[in-house]
T-cell receptor, first 114, second 114 residues
Framework: AQTVTQSQPEMSVQEAETVTLSCTYD???????LFWYKQPPSRQMILVIR??????QNATENRFSVNFQKAAKSFSLKISDSQLGDAAMYFC???????????FGAGTRLTVKP | DVKVTQSSRYLVKRTGEKVFLECVQD?????MFWYRQDPGLGLRLIYF???????EKGDIPEGYSVSREKKERFSLILESASTNQTSMYLC?????????????FGPGTRLTVT
């Protein structure tokens, strides 16, 4: 079974600075999808960014970008110009191309300091 | 906008009670999911459904059952609630297929069993 590991339970960043959240996964498959979700305090979980495994190019969404290293099975999230509204739990998730269910990491709680 | 709604944000039940958690989505998604979220453990899949009346066990189905009589509605049932089922329960839905389809989440139900 696929597993997703987020080794940083908590991270903090100064407002306007850059922070990188780590995620590694274990799979024997070659076709899959990776996601980062954000869960603000007491609010709904929303998608931040996604990546298809067969694409070499790293996905980017405004201030959010990923560093996808397929051989290393690593999928880190970089948040540039951090804002107070970025404070949340961040979950890394894996989905096989053959299945509809996802595997989630344990999450990283990001604090943004003013 | 995709909307996934859950019947209650907060619920307090007594040990041994039968508990129903309801989830409704309005985007005609084929797949629906129930997760349990606990600190340090991330999201763990309880059950999912890929069609009406169809269900598949996830990683932690023990003590739970589900029902999907209509496409838009997916219910999680705790037959006899126990204190170790105190948790945050998240419902999600998604389209089916091998594309990069994300899961859309409801706001969650925080269940306390006393």
């Amino acid at each position: 079974a696929q597993t997703v590991t987020q080794s940083q339970p908590e991270m903090s960043v100064q407002e306007a600075e850059t922070v990188t959240l780590s995620c590694t996964y274990d799979t024997s498959e070659s076709d899959y999808y990776l996601f980062w979700y954000k869960q603000p305090p007491s609010r709904q979980m929303i998608l931040v960014i996604r990546q298809e495994a067969y694409k070499q190019q790293n996905a980017t969404e405004n201030r959010f970008s990923v560093n996808f290293q397929k051989a290393a099975k690593s999928f880190s999230l970089k948040i540039s110009d951090s804002q107070l509204g970025d404070a949340a739990m961040y979950f890394c998730a894996y989905r096989s191309a053959n299945n509809n269910d996802m595997r989630f990491g344990a999450g990283t709680r990001l604090t943004v300091k003013p | 906008d995709v909307k996934v709604t859950q019947s209650s944000r907060y619920l307090v039940k007594r040990t041994g009670e039968k508990v129903f958690l309801e989830c409704v989505q309005d985007m005609d998604h084929e797949n629906m999911f129930w997760y349990r979220q606990d600190p340090g453990l991330g999201l763990r899949l309880i059950y999912f459904s890929y069609d009406v009346k169809m269900k598949e066990k996830g990683d932690i189905p023990e003590g739970y059952s589900v029902s999907r009589e209509k496409k838009e509605r997916f219910s999680l049932i705790l037959e006899s609630a126990s204190t170790n089922q105190t948790s945050m329960y998240l419902c999600a839905s998604s389209r089916t297929g091998g594309r990069l389809y994300e899961q859309y989440f409801g706001p969650g139900t925080r269940l306390t069993v006393t």
